[in-house]
């Protein structure tokens, strides 16, 4: 009964073997003809597209997309390595407000009042966000994380890039940050949106300028 038994899944196994061999042979191949464009087949590091080429159609190997990509975006709290400075996103300020009209009513959408106290000027058309930015320097040399070397943008629902307002003064403003090696830095990016027809894509977009000849944009996500 047992000699039986052991024959039995000794042929399941031949079956299953035999099965797996013939899957693996008939896995479509990078190069390989397909049928339309667009389709795709394989899991992760394996997986391939099928584009035109030529008159024809053939699978190719489909990238993965890397962190920091529109497709996969650095998350809140997580750092992100760029020219040597290690950059991470701490907090969204969506009503800043009073934190840029009181530092200095010449930021826009700000007054003095009867007082000469700086407000906020409830007619204005513009509203302020600020994006929390933590930076650590793994140079050898102070940088200045948020200089003229880099640029943000808010991502707008439309797709619309809309860029910091570079020359907001306020004493957080992560543009006057400089960092010591080893050092860490924190500032806040201020953006002037307008009251209404704007919204955003949660996203902000760091680019990085450090080789004047070409530049890099890197996806960072932005949530409140």
């Given at each position: ?159 619309q890039l809309l860029e910091r307002t570079l020359f907001a003064t306020f004493p957080q403003n992560f543009y006057d940050v ?22 955003t894509a949660n996203l902000l977009v760091l680019r990085d300028r450090t080789n004047f000849l070409k530049s890099a944009d890197y996806y960072f996500e932005?949530?409140?």
């Open positions: 009964m047992k000699s039986g038994k052991s024959r039995f899944f000794a042929m399941l196994t031949c079956f299953a073997l035999a099965f797996s061999f013939q899957a693996a042979a008939n896995a479509a191949k990078a190069g390989q003809k397909c049928s339309k464009a667009g389709i795709t087949t394989g899991k992760g590091a394996s997986k391939l597209t099928c584009v035109k080429k030529g008159k024809s159609f053939a699978w190719k190997k489909t990238p993965e997309s890397a962190l920091g990509s529109a497709k996969m975006p650095v998350p809140m709290g997580t750092k992100f390595k760029i020219s040597g400075i290690q950059y991470s996103i701490s907090a969204v300020n969506s009503s800043a407000d009073a934190l840029l009209c009181e530092a200095n009513s010449f930021n826009e959408g700000c007054k003095l009042d009867n007082n000469f106290k700086s407000i906020v000027d409830p007619n204005s058309d513009t509203t302020w966000l600020t994006i929390e930015i933590t930076a650590s320097n793994s140079t050898n040399e102070i940088i200045k994380p948020g200089g003229i070397d880099k640029n943000f943008f808010l991502v707008l629902s439309n797709g400089q960092v010591i090696p080893g050092g860490t830095g924190i500032g806040q990016v201020p953006f002037a949106l307008p009251k209404t027809g704007a919204s932005v949530k409140w």
